[in-house]
């Protein structure tokens, strides 16, 4: 159980980890590179932990035992057949991304998490890559892990993938798509695709790695040569996500916050969320190192598309409650199948401090009365990280405010607590 003490102001300047993102792609893309890659300052947690020793479990080398550079040593496309499967967790990136670079190896791969993973859908991804000839089912038979490939490369050509509710299916088939054996891979988006910023993100990091990939500019048509990556030495910004928290606490406490290590311009879409607290209200200085956040005497509300931030969704949340007028937070049904139904979560445990709040399908609209009325309860987290990182912050001005699970930051920011204390001048 986490307590967290209010706080009159804030003033503080610090730095947030790596990019989980970033991160599990440059990793990927060394792990398959021909020739060894310094990752430096990657983020260290559990999540990218569980990526790294899976790839190790397919025979590529991971030296993580410098938690500021990771080094790789790139298999060239050529990947072993793991002893067993391989356990992602509730990582569902890993588990996304990892599922068509599995195709690669030569034999029977498993790929399984937890149990909220079992219900987390990926069947748009096993239809492409059955565009591609790779032979993969889910075992349950209802399009989620755990997964089962009879693998032996990926052939190429023209595949279609239907959009769903992630671009992670699309970043997966864009990673993998180089070491294509029979011709150039090409992806067709079928309907709408949410985050695109991932997406960029994912074309950015390939092409740092030496694969330059053409596409259009709605990101709906990809043609991907053959060849590979090459190793290099790659350097992982800040997580903009993890950056968001301390943003809005400047914003909520009416005090100040620098993020030093967050770059302007970012490849994150998540560093767009300072826009939406100056639209609040609040002072952007992108001035200097860093960016730094000063928070206004009373916040506005407004109306967000979140269609491509959705992992400061909840932050955003927990700000408009401290706002006056109706929030509304749009274009977020994918939220329902992230580490929890991140909609209904948000809506549930904003109620139980006493805030005014409507719950639709794919946005929720959030009554804020700059804070008056609010009441301390003890905070659920559904074993989500998001949940106890953006709930935290209401603590900071409301008394008797609980986090339950709160060790659940490990997934994405396992110093997060440490780094909180910063807030209160500690």
Same mark, same amino acid.
């Given at each position: 159980?986490? +307590?967290?003490?209010?706080?009159?102001?804030?003033?503080?300047?610090?730095?947030?980890?790596?990019?989980?993102?970033? *991160?599990?792609?440059?990793? @990927?893309?060394?792990?398959?590179?021909? $020739?060894?890659?310094?990752?430096? /300052?990657?983020?260290?947690?559990?999540?990218?932990?569980?990526?790294?020793?899976?790839?190790?479990?397919?025979?590529?080398?991971?030296?993580?035992?410098?938690?500021?550079?990771? =080094?790789?040593?790139?298999?060239?496309?050529?990947?072993? %057949?793991?002893?067993?499967?391989?356990?992602?967790?509730?990582?569902?990136?890993?588990?996304?991304?990892?599922?068509?670079?599995?195709?690669?190896?030569?034999?029977?791969?498993?790929?399984?998490?937890?149990?909220?993973?079992?219900?987390?859908?990926?069947?748009?991804?096993?239809?492409? @890559?059955?565009?591609?000839?790779? *032979?993969?089912?889910?075992?349950?038979?209802?399009?989620?892990?755990?997964?089962?490939?009879?693998?032996?490369?990926?052939?190429?050509?023209?595949?279609?993938?239907?959009?769903?509710?992630?671009?992670?299916?699309?970043?997966?088939?864009?990673?993998?798509?180089?070491?294509?054996?029979?011709?150039?891979?090409?992806?067709? %988006?079928?309907?709408?695709?949410?985050?695109?910023?991932?997406?960029?993100?994912?074309?950015?990091?390939?092409? /740092?790695? $030496?694969?330059?990939?053409?596409?259009?500019?709605?990101?709906?048509?990809?043609?991907?040569?053959?060849?590979?990556?090459?190793?290099?030495?790659?350097?992982?910004?800040?997580?903009?996500?993890?950056?968001?928290?301390?943003?809005?606490?400047?914003?909520?406490?009416?005090? =100040?916050?620098?993020?030093?290590?967050?770059?302007?311009?970012?490849?994150?879409? /998540?560093?767009?969320?300072?826009?939406?607290?100056?639209?609040?209200?609040?002072?952007?200085?992108?001035?200097?190192?860093?960016?730094?956040?000063?928070?206004?005497?009373? @916040?506005?509300?407004?109306?967000?598309?979140?269609?491509?931030?959705?992992?400061?969704?909840?932050?955003?949340?927990?700000?408009?409650?401290?706002?006056?007028?109706?929030?509304?937070?749009?274009?977020?049904?994918?939220?329902?199948?992230?580490?929890?139904?991140?909609?209904?979560?948000?809506?549930?445990?904003?109620?139980?401090?006493?805030?005014?709040?409507?719950?639709?399908?794919?946005?929720?609209?959030?009554?804020?009365?700059?804070?008056?009325? @609010?009441?301390?309860?003890?905070?659920? +987290?559904?074993?989500?990280?998001?949940?106890?990182?953006?709930?935290?912050?209401?603590?900071?001005?409301?008394?008797?405010?609980?986090?339950?699970?709160?060790?659940?930051?490990?997934? *994405?920011?396992? /110093?997060?607590?440490?780094?909180?204390?910063?807030?209160?001048?500690?």
């Amino acid at each position: 159980m986490q +307590t967290i003490t209010p706080v009159s102001t804030v003033d503080a300047g610090l730095t947030v980890p790596g990019s989980k993102s970033l *991160s599990q792609r440059a990793l @990927l893309a060394a792990a398959l590179a021909k $020739g060894d890659s310094l990752l430096h /300052d990657p983020l260290d947690s559990e999540d990218t932990r569980l990526l790294a020793e899976a790839l190790q479990s397919f025979g590529v080398a991971v030296d993580c035992s410098d938690a500021r550079c990771w =080094r790789v040593r790139g298999c060239g496309g050529r990947l072993q %057949v793991p002893a067993g499967p391989i356990y992602l967790g509730n990582n569902g990136t890993a588990t996304r991304l990892l599922t068509s670079v599995a195709a690669l190896a030569e034999g029977r791969v498993q790929i399984t998490g937890d149990a909220r993973m079992a219900e987390r859908p990926i069947a748009p991804l096993m239809e492409a @890559l059955q565009g591609w000839g790779v *032979s993969i089912s889910s075992d349950q038979g209802n399009g989620c892990p755990p997964l089962t490939i009879e693998a032996k490369g990926i052939q190429g050509g023209a595949t279609e993938l239907a959009a769903g509710q992630s671009s992670q299916y699309l970043s997966s088939l864009l990673l993998v798509a180089p070491y294509a054996t029979a011709q150039a891979a090409e992806i067709t %988006v079928a309907g709408r695709l949410y985050s695109k910023p991932y997406v960029e993100m994912t074309l950015a990091v390939m092409r /740092d790695f $030496g694969v330059e990939v053409k596409t259009d500019a709605a990101l709906s048509r990809f043609v991907i040569p053959q060849g590979g990556y090459r190793g290099r030495s790659y350097a992982v910004e800040g997580d903009a996500s993890s950056a968001s928290y301390f943003f809005a606490a400047a914003a909520i406490c009416n005090g =100040r916050v620098r993020v030093e290590n967050l770059p302007q311009p970012s490849l994150q879409g /998540d560093a767009k969320f300072v826009e939406l607290l100056e639209r609040m209200g609040c002072r952007i200085d992108r001035r200097g190192k860093g960016i730094c956040v000063e928070g206004s005497p009373e @916040l506005r509300a407004i109306e967000a598309d979140m269609a491509d931030m959705p992992d400061v969704a909840p932050t955003l949340a927990v700000v408009a409650a401290f706002a006056r007028g109706r929030s509304s937070i749009c274009n977020i049904a994918h939220l329902r199948v992230k580490e929890c139904d991140r909609v209904s979560a948000v809506v549930q445990e904003l109620r139980r401090l006493g805030v005014e709040v409507q719950e639709e399908e794919d946005a929720m609209h959030i009554q804020g009365q700059s804070g008056a009325g @609010l009441h301390g309860a003890r905070i659920q +987290t559904y074993h989500d990280h998001r949940m106890a990182m953006s709930f935290a912050l209401a603590g900071l001005r409301i008394s008797g405010v609980e986090i339950e699970g709160e060790e659940c930051v490990a997934k *994405s920011f396992p /110093d997060f607590w440490q780094r909180f204390q910063l807030l209160a001048g500690k």
